[in-house]
């Protein structure tokens, strides 16, 4: 099962078209917050189960500030992370996804990517498909590939 993971598109979805394109349709969406109303153009795109989180930048109530999702033998955690203190650190982060029996958690807001193990969680930041920060400022998604429990996270660049 391929799962992309994508974070802070603020209303523009064409990184998100991009990776589509390069990557091909996905079996899942992950979408970590900060979508700024284009949730059911991104579902239209995609064309497969999007799981969508409230950023703090969406101002809908419709969206959850966070869900759990099974996926061929693994349990995710996504938020956006503004919440959590993901500025500064991802332990709140990862000792949620754990108390959810999660074993990915995944976060945005600060539009940088980033995968690294904490507390035997992988904790994975997909980055920004609009608005990257980093250095280089490059357009970034992740990629989760789960089959039976086992899984790779990966980030790619535009």
Not at 19 to 47: F, Q, S, T, W
Not at 75 to 92: E, I, K, N, P, R
Not at 124 to 137: A, E
Request: charged share 25%; net charge negative; hydrophobic share 35%.
């Amino acid at each position: 099962m391929k799962i992309l993971a994508v974070s802070d598109t603020h209303g523009d979805l064409r990184g998100f078209e991009e990776a589509l394109n390069r990557e091909g349709r996905p079996d899942m969406v992950i979408h970590c917050g900060d979508i700024c109303g284009d949730e059911e153009r991104l579902k239209e795109y995609a064309g497969c189960p999007c799981h969508i989180v409230r950023g703090n930048m969406d101002f809908s109530g419709l969206l959850p500030p966070e869900c759990v999702v099974e996926a061929s033998g693994i349990s995710l955690f996504a938020c956006h992370g503004h919440l959590l203190g993901v500025d500064f650190d991802t332990s709140v982060l990862a000792e949620d996804a754990a108390a959810c029996g999660c074993v990915i958690a995944l976060y945005g807001h600060t539009h940088m990517p980033d995968i690294h193990k904490e507390a035997g969680i992988t904790v994975m930041n997909p980055g920004s498909l609009s608005y990257p920060r980093q250095n280089p400022r490059v357009k970034s998604y992740g990629v989760i590939e789960a089959e039976k429990g086992l899984f790779e996270c990966r980030i790619e660049y535009l």
